[in-house]
T-cell receptor, first 111, second 114 residues
């Protein structure tokens, strides 16, 4: 099925460990985004990529890095996980005038 | 700076009644898109409706309509004939054309009472 695929769905990390969240879309979208959502709160933009080959910081980029590997894939890396990064992470892609499609989310716990 | 404000943390509505969820935004860009999303308790993000800043008519999608007042920088979502399945969190979002940055408000939790 067409859409945005995120992996993994769940992850538990120890403080200081690293990991990469993967995101892939098959809708030929230029724009891709990474968000975090903390309990009872809205989505905060971590990084985004307006087109292949470009990435920009969002509202809360500290502690994260991203790679736009190709038009389909946009990964988010935590180099040294901290408990404050416990959250639900969403990837999205789309076009401005047609809305944006979200992945199902990654629930990350850092202990 | 770009900002979305949703001032209603939680709202109740009786089934079959209409409800308005408020959203105001701030941007210096002249061209931008406005969006509303629904997030049920299962957690997925569902796209509801889109309004372009240069669209002359308010957007409508089924029971959803967007009350766009450009001069007031408001983009309120109106849900007509509320259903129990409308109980969810609703997010307003904005994307200026120039920056590509899509940001969200804090959300409004809507509960529909039978």
């Amino acid at each position: 099925n067409a859409g945005v695929t995120q992996t993994p769905k769940f992850q538990v990390l120890k403080t200081g460990q690293s990991m990469t969240l993967q995101c892939a879309q098959d809708m030929n979208h230029n724009s891709m985004y990474w968000y975090r959502q903390d309990p009872g709160m809205g989505l905060r933009l971590i990084y985004y990529s307006a087109s292949e080959g470009t990435t920009d910081k969002g509202e809360v980029p500290n502690g994260y890095n991203v790679s736009r590997l190709n038009k389909r894939e946009f990964s988010l890396r935590l180099e040294s996980a901290a408990p404050s990064q416990t959250s639900v992470y969403f990837c999205a892609s789309g076009r401005r005038d047609y809305g944006y499609t979200f992945g199902s989310g990654t629930r990350l716990t850092v202990v | 700076a770009q900002k979305i404000t949703q001032t209603q943390p939680g709202m109740f509505v009786q089934e079959k009644e209409a409800v308005t969820l408020d959203c105001t935004y701030d941007t210096s860009d002249q061209s931008y898109g406005l969006f509303w999303y629904k997030q049920p308790s299962s957690g997925e993000m569902i796209f509801l409706i889109y309004q372009g800043s240069y669209d002359e008519q308010n957007a409508t999608e089924g029971r959803y309509s967007l009350n766009f007042q450009k001069a007031r920088k408001s983009a309120n979502l109106v849900i007509s004939a509320s259903q129990l399945g409308d109980s969810a969190m609703y997010f307003c979002a904005m994307r200026p054309v120039n920056t590509g940055k899509l940001i969200f408000g804090q959300g409004t939790t809507l509960q529909v009472k039978p």
